[in-house]
């Protein structure tokens, strides 16, 4: 979010996607020396019950790369249900912006761009497969004696494979809607390219990597939709790591789809040990597509998504779901009067206790039978049908969010506004969770068997998005509490438990967890406390210890609360991975236990943390700033150690380390999730003044760069005549001094 000032015209940096296959051979020609993405967070897959069907999401808003800094978009923020993500465009080769790549990672979710041929693709179509056309005007020595097929290069294998590599992205989504002219001998020489893209993916990005075949074209080369796995689209199924399905199928394609898929013989489908498969096939590996603009689709997309889903049944039939166009809930009403991006936000969150208008169906298609009664009778939540899957585990990667769905009208630095703007501006490098157990819906229990619950009713929850206020970043999560008056019998003491956030975690791996909140009212003649705390789906005693802080009070109303847990090991418990939820417990004491209590507070920052056990977890990181001429402000981070004690080594046969050591550079080397950027005018003397005046001026690892350590210092396009915190920036001609402040996901 670079400079976040004066409005400008947007457009993606150069080379953020490719439109044919001769500028990726330019890009191509300078890898070697291309500098690989920085600052991309790597993937840590999730797991999952392997006979669920999964959610690939497919994301088509107005065309991609059009997400401007400079106002507010769309953002997705249902991560926890989805297992893949495609950023899609009508260009040759899309590559998903670093920012998006981000987001996905951050939440284990592999993330795919496009490899597209439409109407006018032949040509590169071909060259895909034959490569670079040879140089050399002599040819072969001799002719071939045995007549031969259209040759197959591995080029663009591996041309592709390196550019994913470079922009830390997961695969392609293999989109050919092009006749192939070459009929059969085409299509089986694109079958074959496609087991090499896998084989170079799988090599150069990691055994999660994907090559995904759209249901398009059939093995005689014609433009085909089948909606359906079956023979005329097997082969490219075969050689892909998943078919994603057309989606103008009828209501018994799924249960056809299956059907078809059991009786394969184990041999084309990898379950035998014949030869080797790059990718052993599973039923969830169909992905069965469902339209949200309708558009053919069963169910007429939108808010009737849900019937075709309904069939599909990743839960029962084991089948998978592409969903397509999920922006649909932005782009169908943002020419409508009165719509604005919360009432976007709020259709994105909408489930089955609301009032939700379905369209009708569609007409049958030829041949199709009407569905039974009650498969789809009732409007359904698309994520109630898919698996709830926690981001990756804090061991591997640190959990931090500050509740951004990756836009806001502000920007905070430690509950200090220091910038404004009222169109919004959007950065999805800087999205983060919502509180997956708390958005849109939180769940409230009570705590603790201090009390009888019996007789009483539970408080009631709220969550919502607030952008007025927040910890850092560009918004926090507002709870509102809401609890009825009690009867005079029943305890002036309430307790209740409201989870926040889901985690992986592993038994007996020692965790932080820290939270940063601000409570927004004061109710008369009532005291309240928020702890923070976890609890695991086993219900297993977890020791749980509070962490006293010099801190805790931190400025501006907010409060920082922080606990050390452990989960012991539970017998029968595989590889002692366990779902784990960290949340708030309240406890309110009311004097006048028959009032009704309304209770707001913002929770502004979650993280979660493994410690490590042979390395102490206090090393700081410090900048070091460097400015070019060419005003490209870059640092380097170098690592503050602990003190040194002296070794208590008795003998060089003693089997002590002088200091702990630190087992891999992930574990103690700190890291930054960004940096805020502040500017300071050199005096009429020339002497810098107070560091205290300095002005905000922007974020690093924006979601277009994908660069770590770097910010474009831009004086036409500066905060001048901005809000920034009540400061103005005034940069001319003259002298500045930059600051460059670290935020690293301790608060």
Known sequence: MPFLGKPKTFSPPKQSYFENLEELDEWASSFSSAKLFDNILPLYSRSGNEQHGKLLVCHDYKGGYTESPFSLSYTFNFWSSCDIFVYFSHHRVTVPPPGWVNASHRNGVKMLGTLIFEGGGEQDCLRLLVGQLPKSRTGFVSQPHASTSLPVSPHYARVLADLARQRGFDGYLLNFECPLVGGLEQTRALAAWITLLNSELKMKVGDHAEAIWYDSVIINGKLAWQDRLNSLNLPFFLSSSSLFGNYTWRNNYPSLTAQ?????????????????????????????????????????????????????????????????????????????????????????????????????????????????????????????????????????????????????????????KVFHRPDGWTDVDKQTSLGDLVWPKPAVSWDGDIMDPEGLDLPVAKSEICMDDAWNGGSALRLKVNALGMQPENAMFRCVWIPVQSLATTAGRVYEASAVYKLETEV?????????????????????????????????????????????????????????????????????????????????????????????????????????????????ISASLPPVLAPRISSPEDPVAAWPAQPSTELWFPKLLYANIYALEHRGDGIPGDVDNAVWIGTSGSGYEGMRNMFVVDRETSNAGGETGGKILNVGGGKMRFYVQGVNGER
């Open 524 to 636: 008369s003649g009532v005291d309240v406390d928020i702890a923070l705390s976890v609890k695991d789906s086993v219900s297993s005693p977890i020791e749980i210890t509070s962490l006293s802080s010099e801190d805790a009070g931190l400025g501006h109303g907010w409060t920082n609360l922080k606990i050390r847990f452990t989960l012991p090991s539970v017998a029968g418990t595989p590889n002692q991975h366990r779902l784990t939820s960290v949340g708030l417990v309240i406890t309110v004491i009311s004097e006048d236990i028959a009032q009704p209590l309304a209770l707001a507070f913002l929770l502004g920052q979650l993280n979660t943390s493994s410690l490590s056990l042979l390395w102490p977890p206090n090393q700081s990181p410090l900048p070091l700033q460097l400015t070019t001429p060419l005003g490209i402000l870059t640092w380097e």
């Open 260 to 416: 078809y898929f059991l009786s394969l013989d184990s041999s084309l489908t990898g379950d035998v040990n014949s030869h080797p498969h790059i990718h052993r096939k599973k039923l969830q590996d169909i992905y069965m597509g469902v339209d949200v603009w309708g558009r053919g689709s069963h169910g007429s997309g939108g808010f009737g998504s849900f019937k075709a889903i309904s069939h599909i049944a990743p839960s029962s039939l084991g089948l998978s779901v592409a969903l397509f166009g999920p922006a649909w809930t932005w782009e169908s009403e943002q020419d409508k009067p009165g719509w604005n991006w919360d009432s976007c936000f709020g259709r994105d969150q909408a489930d089955s206790t609301e009032i939700i208008t379905v369209p009708a169906m569609p007409p049958l298609k030829n041949g199709e039978l009407p569905c039974e009664s009650g498969v789809h009778d009732v409007f359904t939540p698309l994520a109630s049908y898919f698996q709830f899957t926690p981001p990756p585990d804090p061991i591997l990667l640190p959990f931090h969010t500050t509740f951004s769905p990756g836009v806001g009208r502000n920007w905070f630095v430690k509950g200090v």
